[in-house]
């Protein structure tokens, strides 16, 4: 849970300066399934339908959010001068 906050701060502090937001949160949204899925978390049904509303939202960066890209790393939110916490 830890890690998906993390990834949540990171998205945040970016997203008013990248310049595709909807793969960003394309990436974000894929992330936390990824996450919740392999520590088994599952969210109240607000929570749900906040992650399905930014999902939406990411769709419209079609196959660019998601091309060859590893669900699970929390290293594809920060850049290679950027510290990333380890948890």
Do not use: C
């Amino acid at each position: 849970m830890l890690d998906i906050i993390d990834v949540l701060a990171q998205v945040y502090r970016k997203l008013p300066e990248t310049k595709n937001p909807q793969a960003l949160l394309n990436r974000l949204v894929n992330y936390i399934r990824s996450v919740a899925l392999a520590g088994r978390i599952h969210f109240p049904t607000n929570e749900e339908k906040l992650i399905a509303d930014i999902g939406i939202l990411g769709q419209r960066a079609g196959l660019n959010g998601v091309y060859m890209a590893d669900y699970s790393a929390k290293s594809q939110f920060y850049s290679i001068f950027e510290e990333i916490p380890r948890h």
